[in-house]
């Protein structure tokens, strides 16, 4: 593991990620908790996921999927990490554009249900703070989808392993994943 990803690993266990007994916004039961949103709106965990992100995308999403122009996900939870990789790729020749998807349409002004740099037609790279179930995340594909954008992959900070990953690529959408709940406790 890179000193980048242990770094960002060690602000994650400190600040987002708890061990015991939790119920899940699903109403599932779990002995993991994760509100990345602690890490995520971090200075340094920013900048961290932003640089780790953008790696992923270069090194694994891209040789894949060279039509890449776009990187969002549903607000919230996807916003800083989808900010923070397009940051990171302000420098490269052609950098992501960075957009938001509401959880609804906006019921005044130009009614728009994603905000920012989206144009139908463009291959985008979906993106969510944790998956478990994979719901917020296909409900992402699913707006993307219905206003013309192309998902072609699914980048996320943390798996849980609880399914969520399946449900995702059963759509045709591969997941990327920073971490895994194996990569986080090994076997435990």
């Known amino acids: 593991m890179s000193n980048a990803k242990k770094e ?4 994650l266990l400190a600040k987002s990620i708890k061990t015991g007994h939790f119920i899940l ?23 961290l ?14 040789p ?22 397009g940051m ?3 420098s490269a020749e052609q950098p992501l554009k960075v ?19 989206f144009e139908p ?4 790279v979906v993106v969510d703070d944790v998956i478990t179930t994979g719901g917020s995340t296909i409900k992402a594909i699913d707006a993307i989808e219905a206003e013309g954008g192309k998902v072609v992959a699914a ?17 045709g959408v591969p997941v990327f994943p920073l971490y895994t709940r194996k990569s986080i406790f090994g076997d435990k």
């Open 64 to 85: 894949k999927f060279p039509g890449i122009s776009a990187i969002g996900g549903m607000t919230m939870g996807a916003d800083p990490i989808s900010l923070a990789i």
């Open 99 to 117: 957009f938001t998807v509401r959880k609804e349409a906006k019921d005044h002004g130009r009614g728009k249900r994603i905000e920012g740099n």
């Open 49 to 62: 996921i932003g640089q780790l992100g953008w790696q992923l995308v270069q090194e694994e999403i891209m």
């Open 25 to 47: 916004a699903s109403g599932k039961e779990s002995d993991l908790y994760c509100d990345c949103r602690v890490t995520t709106l971090d200075a340094r965990g920013a900048n």
């Open 88 to 90: 990171a790729s302000a």
């Open 155 to 171: 980048l996320v900070l943390v798996d849980r392993e609880e399914g969520g990953r399946e449900a995702i690529e059963s759509r």
């Open 8 to 11: 960002l690993l060690d602000i």
């Open 121 to 124: 037609g463009q291959e985008i």
